[in-house]
């Protein structure tokens, strides 16, 4: 990575329970940095608002939920800048106490995300599902419970985390789930020029007048910006609608900044999130 995430030092945020994909994804991409939980994703941006932590991680989209619709409900409301990506892998495996056997689980527990994502291996061994917070809460209660016939779907390291025995790896029904993380700063950081894929992102609310999308997203076609990402939400009173995007390419590029100022002549507000490394899963030239 340009910006030299793997030697950077502090703490970072998550919202989880230590050993959850989130958490993860900090030690994965920040793997100097100490990471801390958070209950809620509110929590985590609290405490990087607050200067508690430098940076926080937080889910965006994952290959099978979809995006994480509280996430882009509440990073308008933050001033806060993308500084990175991350791609996270998500095997799931089968976890129990370590004196128990396959014949002795009964109950199985985890996200409510996760349970369908593992429902052959549910059905398999007959399990009732119970749904958690997270998968490694699930994970930690099944620690504490000391009872053979609890087990828990969640990740490697909360069985590393808690003492816990891995039955089975990569149970879920479908291969190569993943979950996108985006790296957030209370300061934007910009990859120098050169330095090889870049996005940005930002926020933007469209003039209520016809034929206003149309015209705001004009200006990235006729300056040749490749748009990777664009979601809209609606305001409180179904009226106007607010719009999340990602291009390729930096805001200090020619042609993104044509793009943005032409952007402004349609939009109420532009909300620039920030400019940043694109992730190798991407497989994009530089």
């Not at 910006?225 to 607010?242: C, G, H, W």
């Amino acid at each position: 990575m340009t910006q030299d995430f793997a030697n950077r030092t502090g703490k970072i945020a998550f919202q989880g329970t230590f050993g959850a994909f989130s958490d993860m994804s900090c030690r994965a991409m920040f793997p100097k940095m100490e990471t801390v939980p958070c209950l809620t994703f509110e929590e985590a941006f609290t405490s990087l608002e607050a200067g508690a932590v430098d940076l926080a991680m937080i889910a965006v989209d994952n290959s099978l939920a979809g995006r994480v619709a509280d996430v882009h409900h509440l990073l308008p409301q933050k001033k806060f800048f993308v500084i990175g990506e991350h791609f996270q892998p998500v095997s799931m495996c089968l976890l129990a106490l370590p004196e128990a056997k396959m014949e002795d689980l009964k109950d199985v527990h985890s996200h409510t995300h996760a349970l369908p994502q593992c429902r052959k291996v549910i059905k398999e061994l007959g399990l009732t599902p119970h749904v958690h917070a997270d998968t490694a809460g699930a994970a930690a209660d099944v620690a504490k419970w000391g009872d053979k016939s609890q087990c828990a779907i969640a990740s490697k390291l909360a069985a590393e985390i808690y003492g816990l025995q891995i039955m089975r790896e990569g149970i879920q029904d479908i291969p190569n789930n993943t979950t996108r993380f985006l790296a957030l700063s209370r300061d934007m950081e910009r990859p120098p020029k050169g330095s090889g894929a870049v996005l940005s992102s930002f926020f933007f609310e469209v003039r209520n007048i016809p034929a206003a999308l149309y015209k705001a997203l004009g200006g990235f076609a006729t300056n040749g910006v490749q748009m990777t990402k664009l979601e809209s939400y609606i305001d409180p009173q179904f009226n106007v609608a607010r719009f999340y995007a990602e291009v390729l390419g930096s805001i200090d590029d020619r042609n993104v900044g044509l793009a943005l100022e032409e952007l402004q002549f349609f939009a109420k507000e532009v909300q620039i999130m920030g400019s940043y490394p694109a992730h190798p899963f991407r497989g994009l030239e530089s």
